[in-house]
């Protein structure tokens, strides 16, 4: 008596192999295509590929497969000298830019 046939019996007095059922299926929670009640993976799985890095300009919350497309907007530039009169707290690359003030 196999518990993974889905016409298992548990009141079956008599194993039958040969007539038990059984669903195939794509078995993998992330693809696409997953069967919760498959017990018998198939390798029919799919996936939706993309960008799954919720930082890239691109990113796609669908995707259950990233594929190295993910693209990223370009890193700010400005003054990144915190002692700059014109430093920007959001810069990243620094551009050259920054202007200090004279001592007196």
Not at 10 to 18: G, Q
Not at 22 to 31: H, L, N, P, R, T
Not at 45 to 56: L, M, N, P, Q, R
Request: hydrophobic content about 30%.
């Amino acid at each position: 008596m196999d518990t993974k046939a889905t016409n298992y019996d548990p009141l079956a007095t008599v194993s039958t192999p040969l007539l038990c059922i059984y669903i195939e299926g794509c078995m993998d929670s992330v693809a696409s295509n997953f069967n919760a009640l498959a017990v018998t993976d198939n390798g029919t799985c799919t996936y939706v590929e993309g960008c799954k890095d919720s930082i890239a300009t691109n990113y796609d919350p669908l995707v259950t497969k990233d594929n190295g497309s993910c693209v990223y907007p370009p890193a700010a530039e400005g003054c990144t000298d915190k002692t700059a009169l014109n430093y920007s707290a959001g810069a990243v690359n620094d551009n050259g830019t920054c202007t200090y003030s004279v001592a007196p």
